[in-house]
């Protein structure tokens, strides 16, 4: 079996069976391996080059992602082939990241970072003096996760600790989680809304013009999931006329072109699209690449399935 596995250096954590080759996807252009022979693909992220290179693997058994999000292979892996994600192992990652970014922005940490680096005190009023408003705890906030998976089960945990209300949405309603068509009937209420659902056709623009302007005065919204999961143009004009706060590390395009309005709107924290990127998480990834190997070889049911 030959496994064609993007080229990270957190493969070390890759345990793989007696008899599996492994050949990698070099970061420059390079040759590369016989694609009739491999059967499990496990690509870097929207690589061009391989997503090209698909059609040549004709004995491919599985496309493993190390990420969550697999919008951008499914188009071009032939029908009948699976793909599996990582979910799982970016939990801890992207939760720490969510709860990093609500205690910044509720502390107003971004102002005070910038009058640090223009050596303002800018503790109280005087003279007239500017000064950011006060920092509003987190303590009684209410926080709405939309996609109440993983992710949203690992956010939640970390929040229980400061005394927050949380609801939780998803695709499929269940006990203790509402269904997104309740959207429209929670955003008004609450004071954080935490955007984790993976994109699909049915979830691209979610979060809308409509449900952007019925956030109350203040309200936070974090995205942590796709960027045309949210209109981007609504929430960039809610921005600048400072009706809401966002933190995103998500943006649509990505990389977000320099001239683009969002680099300089107000009551924005944005990251480039990195709140799972730790070293932990991608081991963790990896290691679920060998079990998956496993299983494959085993004949057993593969776990994560996208698309079977």
Known sequence: MLIWAADRPERDALELPNGVELATVPRDPGEDPDLARVEVLVPPYRSRRVLDAL??????????ALESGVEWLLPHVPAGVPVCNSRGAHDAAVAEWVLGVVLAMQRKLPEHLDAQRQALWRNVVRRGEWQPPFAGDLEGSTVLIVGHGSIG?????????FGVDVLRVARR???GVQAVSELPSLIPSVDVVVVLVPLSADTEGLIGAEEIGAMKPGALLVNAGRGRLVDQEALTEALYEERIRAALDVTDPEPLPVDNRLWSAPNLLLTPHMAGDTPRRYRRSWRFVGEQ???????????NAVQA
């Open 55 to 64: 059609p040549g693997m004709s004995a491919l058994r599985l496309v493993q």
């Open 153 to 161: 089960a690992a956010v939640e945990r970390r929040l229980d600790p």
């Open 173 to 175: 309603e269940r006990p």
């Open 293 to 303: 190997v496993e299983r494959l070889r085993n004949g057993q049911p593969l776990e």
